[in-house]
Every structure is written in structure tokens, then in C-alpha cells.
């Protein structure tokens, strides 16, 4: 068969296209034509891919170094004997990678979303007949059969099309449908522009026609996306990255730790046996076992959190993620705005502006002329104009259900809107369309713009101003004021569309609209516009606050675009709005350098979303990229987070994304951010308790070695204290909840290492403090003659109690511990008394008396070792109280 680029088709005359695939116009293709192009092109459906089976996914929980330090330590405690702390590593290290794997669970590739066209059916003309057959069994050259309300199966040049409509929206991101012709368009024409063209995916939702197929499976647009799609790379997140780099730096830490208490131990005449357990302990102190799977199940908390609050996390990480995202590139139809047409605004042949108040399709409104209510009861000409609207208008609302309890739209949006607006006029909408019934029309036509119905004498129509006012009488109308009218609606993001009425005469479709030139009565224009959403403009100044920009990338016009994101403060002044076709001409160096002042990108197709989102991310923005339609799925992937929309998204989209927002609303993500703020902020009182408490043993025991004192602490109290003691509190600390101040703080810098400075200086504060209070109990009890097992437990006991108190530190870095708040965190107040049992349970028994070399201490004595643990609390609490004055000065 010849082969003709795919890309021109719609440059081609109809009859070229059905020479060029050797087929015909009314038989079709013959059934033995078909087999064999089948065999030729394959089946029209996307190859299914490679799900990553569940044993991989569990697996690959395993894939860091902090795991691999436990593994090492694991095996040498298995060397030397010591069994059962090598099965304790090994237990932290396998709930850690179940919790994992059953979180994050099997994701679906977007491929698989794709597949499910081979489901469709679609109506062929083959060997001269009508037939009904599977998508998948479509191929070049097959004649389509069309009508309102069809999926479209495969790419088609359009042979047929009485007043077809198709909306393209999960293709071109265009929010309303498209009128379709079968003129030759230029070869440049971008892929929103291809009128003559009908692709797979998206609905037909008016009118009639026939089209010859001239593209299936992957050589079809959406096969294309699907390509890029499979091929775009998943950038690691940000925490994973800085886990990676942490891990590297624990391995040498780690290993330098366990060598130089090896030399000081064998230096200072201790066996080997002995030192070298006590140096097998102290290395996994240094590794803080509790991390991983504090990390995961602080994860697994933000994604139940995030569902609540209506985002629903595919991929585990990404709840840290969008915490981290500096940059929100978000789709304006149905996310920024209601994906329901509204008209705010008529104008009266007379020259007054009517408001509407009210949104969406519900009725509830009210009509306001200089601040006093209007209707049809109390204005002739506003009567005359709305009940025009109605006549001529081939939508129907849909009152609320049982299943649905909005007011909805059936047909096209505007024709939607302008029932609404009327209703809003107190029009009744069926008792005047019973009363003058239809008798003729000419449907909407992309060249003409203008429609017409005839009701009985009475001819309504209704298009673009531009048009239809050339037709109007002027004798009563100042048409150059009417004009530009129209215009300054038009500069305000409204879509205008002008009404007229002229009686006795004719309607004669093939004679067109010209007959009327000079005789029409101009009856109004009216004004509308998707609005944006209430809650959205708030949730826009909230990123600011967090330092968070946001930018629109929309299929819609570019006016339209700036006007909406200036309304809702995503663009401010000085920034400019940037087409597909100007982007097109833009060179990398100077989209990088312009992406500060651009606040719009309009009409781009997928390749375009593609190149935004990375040319974000080459300044080392963290981008969330939002959409709803096959287009998006490149970007979705691509984007450090895809959010998908749960309404309007297509399955591809959510294959694609790593959360998808069940309201399709801004908000939701603005809120989705702030959880993952919490994560992160929550992590990092993780990593600061363990490190600080894992860093006081680590000195208490080299100060010993160093100062030739017995140590104070045997192997087996550490491992304790390491998964005991430490285990009880640290998962506990995760459920912190929101500080309130989340969303003013700016988002986490890529390059920003797990523990910041403030982290280090606040650690330096509570390691010398609480190193202090346990080496000088334990060298003044030594000193006062006390036997060496009561001080060795005493110590044990001083180190958990430290840990006690120290967890409190943590919560807040500038909130005081000392207030009830703690209380709210059931979970942690819940560790802190079972971490506290499990110690009199190892200090009180007598079986774990020998196996952890413990006394039991006087109880007289648990005073003193509190005052004295909680000296780290009081230590912290100076510092907070200068910090919270230095703040609010």
C-alpha cells in the first residue's frame, strides 16, 4: 500500500486519501482486503506492557544502603553466635520491605489504560455493507460510519460531516467540542487545528458523517503518546535521593566507628570476643534500623491522610514529593476552573449590561441591572432575547437524581449555558419550546459561526458577534459601539456570542444566511466564561506564601488563559502567556531563560507539556504536573509528581500520574502539598531523635575507652536501647500532626542534604548535654564505690530515660514540650508508656535480669536518674524560648 506521512493527511484532499489507501468511498473495503492489511499493520491496539511483578516490587524495597549496613551486621552476629540479635535486624529489615511492598502495591502502566479501545465497537462500511466490529479489527483504508455519541476507533480523514462535532478534549486539552469540515488544511496546522480530522479516543457529540481510516495501533496519534509515554524517565525523588547520599556517608561513619573501638578496646587489654560485639552494637547504633521503616509507614500514614483529604497516592514517594514541589504546572479546564459554561454577562440592544449571578447549570441566579433584580416580567427585550436563546439551541439541563445531585448539561456547553441563563430570566424552557416548535434550521457552521431555527413566522439565530452583526439592520443599532462591545467582552475571557430574530421571511439552507444580510433585528449579546473556581484563588495565594509558583499549561486560547490566571493571581504583572506555536520557535536556552516571567502556556500539544516540565526541572525545580487527558500522560510521567484527575481523567492519565485528585480541584492538591509537608517535616524529627540518641552511646562509650573506665553499657543493652527502647517512640513520632505553619515555609531545596545544619546545631546542643548527664552519673557512681552491675544498669536505665525526654525535644523545633499538646498524639504518649514498662520488665525479671546483665535498681533511685535525664528537655527549652524571641523579633 503507499505509504503517505501521517502527519499530512488532513492536508489532503478526501478523494487523495482514498486513492492514496486504495479503498472506496461507498463499498469500503473488501473483507479479503481487510485480512490482509491486518496481517500488514497489526492489530489497531497497543502492546500490553510488562507489569513489574509483585516478588520485584517487594524486592526492591530492599534497594538501600542503610538495609545493606543491617544485612552486614546481621550476618556477623550470626558468625559470632549471637542468633537472636540477628534475628531481631533481620525482622525490622523484612517488616520494613512488607509494609512497603503492600503500600506501594502493583501500579498500572498507562499502556494498559490504552488497551481497553480493543473493547470498542465501531460501524464499517466493508464489500458495500454496513457491519459492527471490534476496534482492534480496524485498519487503513476502512470506511467509519459516524454519529453523535460515538467513541472514535482509529485515525480518520474525514470524508462526510453534517453539523459533527467531536470533543477532543483528553487529546488537545481543548475544553469545548470541536466543529468539524472537510476543507484542506495547511500542513502546519497543529493538531487542535485539524478539523478535517478525527482520531482515536476522543467522542463525537453532534451530528453525522464518514471517514476513511488512515492510521491505527501506535501509528495513531494517541499511539504516539502512548510511545512517549513508555519511554519517558522516572525521575528519583527527592528523598530518595538524599537517602542515597545519607546511606553513603553512614557506610564510612559506620565503618571508622567499628574500627576505632576495636583499636581502643584491644589497646586497653579487652577481649576480642568482648570489644568485638560491643563494636558490632555501636555500628548498628550508628545505623539507625528504625529509619526505614519509620520512613514507610510515615509514608503510608500521608498517603491515608492525603485519601482523606481527596488525593489518592499511586507511588509511595511521592507523598514526600509533592511536599517538596516548588513548581505546580496545572491545567485551567475543570482544575482552575468548573468545567461548566456560565454567562455573566448581556447586553441589551439598548446598551445595558445585565450581570447573572450563579454558576454551572444550576438555575439559581439572579439577573441584576445596576444592582436591582431583572426578568422577562418586567423587560420586553430581555424577554425577546433570552426566549431566542432557547429556540435556538439543541441542548437540554438535567435536573438533579438520585444518582447525581447537580443540575447537568446534555449537548454542548454554551448551548447549555444559555438555558441556564434563561431559566435564571424565569424563562420556562420546556412550555416555550412546546409552544413554538421547530420547523427548520440551519445547524452551526465552523465557517459561517451562526446558526439559525425557524419557528413558525419567526427565524431566531445565534453566533459570533462578528458575524451575525454584519447581517443586522442598522437603522436602529450603532453598530461600530456594538462591535467594539463585543470585543471588550471578548479582551475580559468571555466567550460572546450575539442573537437576532427576523420575521416573514424564508429559511433555506442551501441560499445560507446571506438572504437575511441588512434585515436581522439585533436582540443582545451575551458573555460567558468557565468560571473559576471559589476556592481556588485562596489556595493560589497559599502557594505563593509556601513559595510555591504555580503555572497554567491549557489547551484553551491564550486570552483566555492569561485572563483566568490573572483573575485568579497566577499571573501577575510583568508575566506573559506563550501559545504552542510561539513556544515552537523558542530555542532551550531561551525557554529557560523566559520561564520566570511565563505564568501561561496555551494551546500546547504533548511533546510541548513534555518540554515544559523538563525545562523545569533542568533548574532544579521539583515539578507536579496536572492533567486529565491522553495528552498529558507523557508529562505525568515525566514530572517529579503527575497528579491525574479522578472526575474528568482519562485511565491513561491516571496510569501515568502518581496521585490522582478525586475532585479534579486545585485545592485538593494545594491541601495534598501541605500532608506531604507534614511527612518530610516528620522524617526529619525521626532522623534527629535517632541520630542524637544513637550519637549519645557512641561518645559515652569512647569517652570511656578513652579515660580507661569499664564500659558502661554491654552489647546487648545497646542492641536494646537501638530496637527496644527507640522502636517504642520513634514510629510514634511520625503521627505528629500539622504545626500550622507547614504552608509558609518555603518548599525543600533539591540539593538540601537529610540533616540540615539547624538539625546539626540542635543536635550538638542535646548530644553534649545529655553525654554530660549519662558519663558524669556513670564516672560518679563509679567513684562512690557502688557495684559495677547496678551502676551499668543505672546507666542503661539513664540512656533510655534520655531518649525519653529527648523524644519530646523533637516534635517541635520552636513549640515548647511543656504543654498538654503531647497528648493529642495518642501513639506517641502510647510508646512512651510501653517503652517504659518494657524497661522495668528487663530491670524487675529475673530471666531477662541474665540475659541483659541487669540489677534492679532501688526505686528511690528512678528520681534521681529522671531529674538527671531530663536535663536534655530543659536544655532544648532554653533554646526554643531564644528562638521563638529571635522569630518574632
Request: with cysteine; proline share 4%; net charge negative.
Amino acid at each position: 500500500m503507499p505509504a503517505t506521512t501521517p502527519l499530512i493527511w488532513h492536508s489532503k484532499e478526501a478523494s487523495e486519501a482514498i486513492s492514496a489507501l486504495r479503498t472506496d468511498i461507498e463499498k469500503g473495503l473488501s473483507n479479503g482486503d481487510a485480512v490482509e492489511r491486518l496481517a500488514e499493520h497489526g492489530p489497531n491496539e497497543l502492546p500490553e506492557a510488562q507489569h513489574k511483578p509483585m516478588w520485584k516490587v517487594f524486592a526492591a524495597q530492599f534497594a538501600s544502603p542503610l538495609i545493606y549496613i543491617l544485612f552486614v551486621a546481621a550476618i556477623i552476629s550470626f558468625s559470632m553466635g549471637h542468633a537472636s540479635d540477628a534475628v531481631v535486624i533481620l525482622v525490622v529489615v523484612l517488616v520494613n520491605s512488607v509494609i512497603g511492598a503492600i503500600q506501594e502495591g502493583r501500579a498500572e502502566h498507562s499502556m494498559t489504560a490504552l488497551r481497553k479501545l480493543s473493547a470498542l465497537k465501531v460501524r464499517v462500511t466493508r464489500d458495500g455493507h454496513e457491519t459492527i466490529i471490534e476496534a482492534k479489527d480496524l485498519v487503513p483504508g476502512d470506511i467509519l460510519l459516524l454519529a453523535a455519541g460515538d467513541q472514535v476507533g482509529a485515525d480518520a480523514r474525514l470524508l462526510e460531516a453534517a453539523s459533527l462535532e467531536a470533543t477532543e478534549a483528553a487529546l488537545t486539552g481543548e475544553s469545548l467540542p470541536v466543529q468539524k469540515h472537510l476543507q484542506v488544511l495547511p500542513e502546519d496546522s497543529g493538531l487542535g487545528d485539524r478539523r478535517n480530522m478525527i482520531y482515536s479516543s476522543t467522542h463525537l457529540t453532534a451530528g453525522r458523517g464518514r471517514a476513511v481510516v488512515v492510521a491505527t495501533g501506535v501509528e495513531t496519534e494517541v499511539g504516539k503518546i502512548a510511545r512517549m509515554t513508555a519511554t519517558a524517565s522516572e525521575p528519583r525523588t527527592p528523598l530518595e535521593m538524599r537517602l542515597q547520599q545519607f546511606g553513603r556517608w553512614l557506610v564510612i561513619a559506620s565503618i571508622v566507628l567499628f574500627v576505632l573501638i576495636l583499636v581502643f578496646g584491644l589497646s586497653r587489654g579487652i577481649p576480642f570476643d568482648q570489644i568485638f560485639m560491643v563494636a558490632i552494637s555501636q555500628m548498628v547504633s550508628m545505623v539507625p534500623e528504625g529509619l526505614p521503616v519509620a520512613m514507610t509507614i510515615a509514608l503510608a500514614v500521608g498517603m491515608q491522610r492525603m485519601a482523606k483529604r481527596g488525593a489518592i497516592v499511586r507511588r509511595l514517594a511521592a507523598v514526600e514529593t509533592l511536599g517538596s514541589t516548588s513548581i505546580i504546572c496545572s491545567d485551567k479546564t475543570g482544575t482552575l476552573t468548573k468545567n461548566e459554561m456560565t454567562v455573566t454577562t448581556l447586553v441589551l440592544p439598548d446598551g445595558r449590561l445585565i450581570k447573572v449571578s450563579g454558576a454551572g447549570y444550576s438555575p439559581e441566579g439572579k439577573l441584576s441591572l445596576e444592582d436591582k433584580n431583572i426578568s422577562t416580567s418586567d423587560d420586553e427585550t430581555l424577554k425577546a432575547m433570552l426566549e431566542g436563546v432557547v429556540l435556538c439551541n439543541d441542548a437540554k439541563l438535567v435536573p438533579p437524581d438520585k444518582e447525581d445531585t447537580r443540575w447537568r448539561a446534555l449537548g454542548d456547553p454554551t448551548e447549555a449555558a444559555l438555558l441556564t441563563v434563561a431559566a435564571k430570566g424565569s424563562v420556562d424552557l420546556d412550555a416555550l419550546r412546546k409552544q413554538h416548535p421547530r420547523k427548520g434550521e440551519i445547524p452551526f457552521d465552523s465557517a459561517t459561526k451562526m446558526m439559525a431555527t425557524q419557528h413558525g413566522s419567526k427565524i431566531i439565530l445565534k453566533g459570533a458577534p462578528e458575524m451575525l452583526l454584519e447581517l443586522c439592520d442598522t437603522s436602529s443599532l450603532d453598530l461600530a459601539k456594538t462591535q467594539q462591545t463585543a470585543v471588550d467582552l471578548a479582551s475580559q475571557a468571555l466567550r460572546v456570542l450575539a442573537v437576532a430574530k427576523v420575521t416573514d421571511l424564508p429559511l433555506d439552507e442551501k441560499a445560507g444566511f446571506e438572504p437575511f444580510r441588512g434585515k436581522l433585528k439585533f436582540l443582545g449579546l451575551l458573555g460567558q466564561i468557565d468560571p473559576p473556581r471559589d476556592e481556588v484563588k485562596a489556595a493560589v495565594e497559599e502557594c505563593r506564601a509556601a513559595g510555591i509558583r504555580p503555572v497554567m499549561v491549557t489547551g484553551d486560547h491564550k486570552a483566555t488563559g492569561l485572563a483566568i490566571a490573572t483573575a485568579l493571581g497566577i499571573s501577575k504583572e510583568g508575566d506573559i502567556a506563550v501559545d504552542g506555536a510561539e513556544l515552537e520557535q523558542m530555542t532551550e536556552q531561551d525557554l529557560r531563560s523566559r520561564l520566570g516571567s511565563i505564568s501561561v502556556f496555551a494551546r500546547v500539544h504533548p511533546a510541548q507539556k513534555l518540554r515544559i516540565v523538563e525545562a523545569f526541572q533542568s533548574q532544579k525545580q521539583v515539578v507536579a504536573m496536572t492533567g486529565d487527558g491522553v495528552n498529558d500522560a507523557p508529562a505525568l510521567a515525566t514530572a517529579d509528581v503527575g497528579v491525574a484527575m479522578g472526575i474528568t481523567g482519562t485511565e491513561v492519565a491516571k496510569g501515568a500520574a502518581k496521585i490522582v485528585i478525586t475532585d479534579d480541584n486545585f485545592a485538593t492538591i494545594v491541601k495534598a502539598v501541605e500532608e506531604g509537608r507534614l511527612v518530610y517535616q516528620n522524617l526529619k524529627k525521626v532522623v534527629l531523635f535517632l541520630f542524637t540518641t544513637s550519637i549519645d552511646e557512641v561518645l559515652v562509650l569512647l569517652l570511656a575507652l578513652l579515660c580507661g573506665y569499664p564500659l558502661p553499657l554491654a552489647a546487648v543493652q545497646i542492641l536494646w536501647i537501638n530496637i527496644v527502647t527507640e522502636g517504642t517512640v520513634t514510629v510514634n513520632l511520625i503521627m505528629e500532626g500539622l504545626e500550622g505553619d507547614e504552608m509558609r515555609r518555603k518548599p525543600t531545596p533539591m540539593g538540601e542534604p537529610l540533616i540540615t545544619p539547624p538539625m546539626w546545631r540542635r543536635m550538638l546542643l542535646m548530644v553534649s548535654t545529655s553525654v554530660t548527664a549519662i558519663f558524669g552519673f556513670f564516672m560518679w557512681r563509679l567513684n562512690s564505690g557502688a557495684p559495677f552491675e547496678l551502676v551499668q544498669t543505672e546507666t542503661f536505665t539513664l540512656v533510655a530515660i534520655s531518649q525519653w525526654f529527648n523524644v519530646l525535644n523533637c516534635r517541635s523545633a520552636l513549640k515548647s514540650s511543656l504543654n498538654l499538646d503531647v497528648l493529642k498524639n495518642v501513639w506517641l504518649v502510647g510508646g512512651l508508656v510501653l517503652g517504659m514498662a518494657l524497661h522495668m520488665m528487663v530491670i524487675y525479671t529475673e530471666p531477662m535480669n541474665r540475659i541483659f546483665y541487669t540489677v534492679p535498681i532501688p526505686l528511690t533511685d528512678f528520681f534521681l536518674l529522671f531529674l538527671i535525664g531530663s536535663s536534655v528537655l530543659w536544655a532544648e527549652e532554653i533554646r526554643k524560648w531564644f528562638a521563638r524571641r529571635s522569630q518574632a523579633a
